[in-house]
């Protein structure tokens, strides 16, 4: 079989694997964007705390194993975003959400004392840190929000 016989081969094939994907999934069961058990509100948190430019604060993969473990929950190093997804999964009682928000508040304050410290060694660095800090005093300000939104009795 030579190169040209090859490339119709796999032309052929990936077109009947098209073909295949376009018929399974004409009911929107391969939309892979929208995982079920994932509540808007996690979307939203995800959008708002986890991207250091939004919140100030970068939660690596160990952030997030260690403050699950602080709950006393265990999960493996995976993706950031299947990290949170499985930290926030067991979430259902306003106390889980409280108890998530403290997690996440205590990982905020030990990294802007942080950059308070760096600020006070390094004077020229201040304006970039204390950005960053206000970041994540109102990323801690959303999480209340978003505590009184979804889990208090006061909107129902």
């Known amino acids: 079989m030579d190169i040209k016989d090859l490339n119709e081969l796999r032309g052929e094939f990936e077109q009947m694997q098209r073909q295949v994907m376009d018929q399974s999934c004409e009911d929107g069961s391969c939309d892979m964007d929208t995982p079920e058990d994932y509540p808007d509100y996690l979307k939203a948190i995800y959008a708002e705390i986890m991207p250091p430019v939004k919140s100030g604060i970068y939660f ?5 194993k260690r403050m699950a473990e602080g709950l006393d929950e265990s999960f493996a190093i995976d993706v950031r975003e299947r990290m949170f997804k499985n930290f926030m ?12 928000i403290e997690q996440f508040s205590k990982n905020m304050d030990m ?9 006070e060694r390094y004077p020229s660095s201040k304006e970039i840190f204390e950005s960053k800090i206000q970041k994540a005093e109102k990323a801690k300000k959303y999480f209340q929000k978003v505590y009184i939104e979804f889990f208090t009795a006061e909107n129902d």
């Open 60 to 64: 690596s993969r160990w952030d997030l």
């Open 89 to 100: 999964q067991w979430v259902a009682t306003p106390e889980d959400f409280r108890a998530v």
């Open 111 to 119: 990294k802007c004392e942080m950059y308070r410290e760096y600020s």
